[in-house]
Structures are given as C-alpha cells and as structure tokens.
C-alpha cells in the first residue's frame, strides 16, 4: 500500500471515530443508510451549491444538503403515523427524507423539486425502489397546486422568503377550502414567524437534530 493511500485511510479513519465519539447514533444509522443507498444504487448524499442548482436566482433558492436521517426517523415515530396520512417534502433534493418516509405507512409521500438537475436524481433513486406509495414533481413549490392531497408537510429549509410566502398561500387556500388538520414539520425553520402569521399554524412542539438547528412542528386548529 502506498503511503498515500495510507495517510488517507488513516484520515478517514479518525474522522469516523471522531463522528462516533461525538454521536453514536447519527453514525450508526448513516453507516447502514449508506449501505443500504449503496446496494441500490441510490445517491443522495452531497453538497449542490444554490448557484449551481439552476433556479433563478430571484427566487432566492438554497444549497442542497440532504435532510434525512435518524433524527427525522424519530420525529415520525412520536406523531404515530397512520395509514390514511399523506406527505409532501417540499424541495425534496434527491429525495434523502423519503427514503425515511418510506418506513412508514403513510399512503402517498410525494416531492416538489424545482432544480432539474435534483428532480433527475431524485426521479433516478425513487426509480429504483419498488415502492409504489412514492412519485415527484417537477417545479416551483409556489406554484404547487394539489395540496389538498396531503395532511402533512415536509421541509428543509428549502427556499428564501419570496417561495415561502407564495408557498403558503397556496396552503391557507387549500385549507380554508378543505379544512382538515394540517402538520408541517419544518426543519431549520427559519421562517418560523411567517408560518405563525399565517393564523392557520401554531406551533405544537420541537425537537432536536444533528445540529444546532431545529425541528419545528406546526398544526392547524
């Protein structure tokens, strides 16, 4: 072995260690989840930069970076998931929360992604498994228009304030035609204070992730 590929072998194992130390748990899942990605040649882990996304840029779009792992995994097991619940992940990248959504009985998970470049993968992964609950759309999330077909609501902080407004309109309106109880789970909820605004949403609950951002969890009357 080349001292090279040693040197690098080493780094990454330290760097293993190091993320085990640190949490045990993140880690043991991501190392079976990308086992589990790897067998059937799935990819959505990575870093897109908002630049390189392909979305206008007035639109104010943010990095990729994918949002599924044990802490979602954990979240979805408190709120009891039950055969008659939808979701949608709203800019769903390549799709790394549905793969978590997937182990649960929701009877449609769907996502909203506006970056062709993530719709290819994502459409490219979801191809991929047989499960048949699971599809994606192409588009901008404001412009989505079958929110009446869904009870819960995923995001990752995944658009600025100009997509989040017209995103949200588009929810009021659905509810206030179809009123039902709504729950958005947002995670890195930076726009906490337009959801309140709304006055449809209030906040229920939150919980921690990997890092020192949030869960938030919102659910209508």
């Given at each position: 072995m080349k001292l090279t590929d040693f040197k690098r072998k080493f780094k990454k194992g330290v760097a293993l260690l190091y993320k085990f130390i640190k949490n045990p748990q993140l880690t043991y899942d991501d190392f079976f989840q990308f086992e589990?990605?790897?067998?059937?040649?799935?990819?959505?882990?990575?870093?897109?930069?908002d630049v390189n996304l392909g979305i206008p840029i007035e639109l104010n779009p943010h990095s990729y970076v994918p949002g599924g792992n044990i802490y979602l995994k954990i979240l979805l097991k408190k709120m009891?998931?039950?055969?008659?619940?939808?979701?949608?992940?709203?800019g769903c990248g390549l799709g790394s929360p549905m793969l978590y959504?997937?182990?649960?009985?929701?009877?449609?998970?769907s996502g909203v992604e506006y970056s062709k470049e993530l719709f290819k993968g994502c459409q490219n992964n979801l191809d991929k498994l047989t499960d048949s609950r699971i599809n994606v759309f192409y588009g901008d999330a404001g412009d989505f228009n079958y929110f009446d077909e869904y009870n819960y609501?995923?995001?990752?902080?995944?658009?600025?304030?100009?997509?989040?407004?017209?995103?949200?309109?588009?929810?009021?309106?659905?509810y206030t035609k179809n009123k039902r109880i709504i729950t958005v789970i947002y995670k890195n909820p930076i726009f906490h204070k337009l959801i309140i605004e709304t006055g449809i949403f209030h906040k229920i609950s939150e919980f921690n992730t990997e890092d020192n951002f949030k869960f938030f969890v919102y659910r209508t009357e």
């Open positions: 589990f990605e790897k067998k059937k040649g799935i990819i959505t882990r990575g870093f897109v930069k009891k998931i039950q055969k008659s619940d939808t979701i949608i992940d709203l959504m997937m182990r649960f009985p929701f009877t449609k998970i609501i995923f995001m990752y902080n995944p658009f600025g304030t100009v997509t989040m407004k017209r995103v949200l309109e588009r929810i009021m309106r659905s």
